[in-house]
């Protein structure tokens, strides 16, 4: 049968289904001065003149893309671990923050990110490694207390506990550390931990000893905080409105010209319920000046009123939330239909999708690469790019599944693509139904399944019961969260002893063969590797591998986040998609 004839055959209806500082003294608040000598010639003593004070004010935080925090413990597990990685940096004693441009971590209380080539990490030889960690000179808890290595050891201990329903992200983390191997000594610990890139992010939090210890960690710190550590201290928080923050007197960290910090004297985050739409409160407070910064969520969309207005500044970035389409090779497979085994079906699904257009309609980027989405590898032309919108493509492949199979591919009798995707989501549920359109356009027999996330992310994926399924991933910055994401799958990680959800390669897979060894392989290699450059060679192969493969299609950035303030009001807030607006928050300056 010729292409001419089966474009006639193809479905054509359309129907879119609607994430260093310096160290001296610095000078005190209020006395900063300058002396200008007189230029008369009939005076000869000097004149002073007092420079305004950039210390005091407060600045007032519109987030408009998250309800209240319910909880103010920033290490259990919850639906607010994206509010309070916002407020983190403002509150919390934190051992480095990821920089702006390249998520690389830069150290704050640590003195410095332990890393190979700094000595801190050694390799034992054994399959586990040494690592160091140092709290600077001069950090201090807010009541006076200096941080210590004790505080970073706590911070295992409790990260650690299985009593604790401690966020996943966090426990699977401090899981590498060797028990019994944590030795606290003065201002630093030395730890043994199983060999990985995972060391660079210990101690994004740390807690302290002095104030937590003896405390029920699961409940004692859900309306209140424990002693800060951050250049502002909690003073109010009333769920369902706002988080407010007051100075902390006894910060240690100086500016750059040794100024004490932080310059502000109040931080308030005020929250509204987030929404499809954007809730108009939040450009209604900002215009009339009740508000001095905001964020944005879909910022593609939503930014556009802001730079309408005079003196605010608006910057913007791809977000960390990225869209997803996987496929299912395990037994529970819903689709009885389903052609997953057969590759020939999968590279015909992903020539059949136009990323360009999808990312059009959502306003953002295609993604051709993973690596990217985490800050390595080519950003721009990526494996994924080896599959471009191409119906004749499509053609070729179902053309030779149908030689492989002995069926039509045109006639509805096997080919079928059941979509799969959590339904809370209105933007990706429209992503979605874009993507079934493509399919049906292209000659597959595909339908769109709403289902709820509570049922999705629990029995549907824990048991790998869907066919294909659309999905966001969060992108999170450096070589362990990359190396984090490409061991999930494992081909020796049948659920729920590891993360093979996709249940490609397992034991009890559709699918085998030399591209899967190969994977199994390099994952054992990425497993102990401590070198991040040679981690992220391993991983280069490894995405090809998948691409090659076709394990997932990689869509489109799920949506640009941004931030507007008024720049004659607030001097300082710096947009960072990997560490969030308050990441800098202690060098903010109120101008007027």
Not at 66 to 72: E, Q, V
Not at 497 to 506: P, Q, S
Request: aromatic share 8%; glycine share 10%; charged share 20%.
């Amino acid at each position: 049968m010729g292409r001419t004839m089966r474009r006639l055959g193809r479905v054509t209806t359309v129907a879119i289904i609607a994430a260093g500082c310096a160290t001296s003294t610095g000078v005190k608040p209020g006395d900063i001065t300058t002396t200008t000598p007189a230029t008369t010639t009939t005076i000869a003593e000097p004149t002073t003149t007092t420079e305004p004070s950039p210390y005091g004010g407060t600045a007032v935080i519109g987030v408009g893309d998250g309800s209240s925090p319910r909880t103010l413990n920033p290490f259990l597990e919850g639906p607010d671990l994206a509010l309070l990685d916002l407020m983190s940096p403002a509150l919390f004693a934190r051992g480095w923050v990821a920089d702006p441009v390249t998520g690389v971590p830069v150290p704050v209380v640590l003195d410095a990110v332990p890393s190979l080539e700094n000595g801190l990490v050694v390799d034992n030889g054994d399959g586990t490694i040494e690592v160091t960690a140092e709290v600077r000179d001069g950090a201090v808890w807010a009541d006076g207390v200096p941080i210590s290595g004790d505080d970073l050891a706590f911070t295992v201990s409790v990260a650690t506990d299985p009593d604790y329903p401690i966020r996943s992200d966090v426990a699977d983390l401090y899981a590498l550390v060797v028990p019994g191997s944590i030795r606290p000594s003065g201002r630093g610990v030395t730890l043994r931990m199983q060999a990985s890139t995972a060391y660079a992010s210990l101690f994004g939090l740390i807690l302290p000893r002095h104030a937590v210890a003896g405390s029920d960690f699961a409940s004692d710190w859900n309306d209140t905080v424990w002693v800060g550590g951050g250049p502002f201290l909690l003073d109010e928080f009333i769920p369902g409105q706002l988080v407010s923050l007051v100075r902390n007197p006894a910060y240690w960290e100086r500016s750059p010209g040794g100024d004490a910090l932080p310059y502000l004297d109040r931080l308030i985050f005020r929250f509204y319920e987030p929404d499809e739409d954007a809730d108009p409160r939040v450009l209604d407070a900002f215009t009339i000046g009740d508000l001095d910064l905001v964020t944005i969520a879909s910022a593609q969309e939503r930014a556009d009123p802001y730079r309408d207005l005079d003196g605010v500044q608006v910057e913007t970035a791809p977000g960390r939330v990225w869209e997803v389409l996987s496929f299912q090779f395990g037994p529970g497979n819903r689709n009885p239909l389903s052609q997953n085994r057969y590759l020939d079906l999968r590279r015909a699904v992903a020539h059949a999708i136009d990323r360009d257009a999808l990312a059009v309609a959502r306003g953002t980027a295609p993604v051709t690469s993973v690596l990217g989405r985490f800050g390595l590898g080519e950003t721009e032309v990526g494996p994924w790019s080896q599959y471009p919108y191409d119906l004749d493509e499509v053609d070729a492949r179902l053309d030779a599944l149908g030689d492989l199979i002995d069926l039509d591919p045109f006639a509805g009798n096997g080919l079928d693509v059941s979509l799969t995707v959590p339904a809370d989501s209105a933007a990706s549920v429209a992503t979605a139904g874009r993507v079934v359109t493509m399919l049906r356009a292209a000659g597959l027999d595909a339908e769109l399944q709403l289902e709820e996330s509570v049922l999705f992310f629990g029995p549907t994926f824990d048991n790998g019961s869907w066919d294909v399924a659309s999905w966001g991933l969060i992108g999170s910055p450096g070589t362990a969260a990359a190396a984090s994401f490409m061991t999930a799958f494992d081909p020796d990680g049948l659920p729920f002893v590891g993360t093979n959800y996709f249940r490609w390669g397992t034991i009890d897979s559709v699918v085998s063969g030399d591209s899967i060894e190969r994977y199994r392989s390099l994952v054992d290699e990425l497993r102990v590797e401590i070198d991040p450059s040679a981690a992220e060679a391993l991983m280069v192969e490894m995405e090809q591998i998948l691409a090659d493969e076709v394990v997932i299609i990689p869509l489109v950035v799920r949506d640009d986040t941004g931030v507007a303030w008024w720049s004659d009001r607030l001097d300082g807030p710096l947009l960072n998609a990997f560490g969030g607006i308050a990441w800098n928050v202690a060098s903010w300056r109120r101008t007027r």
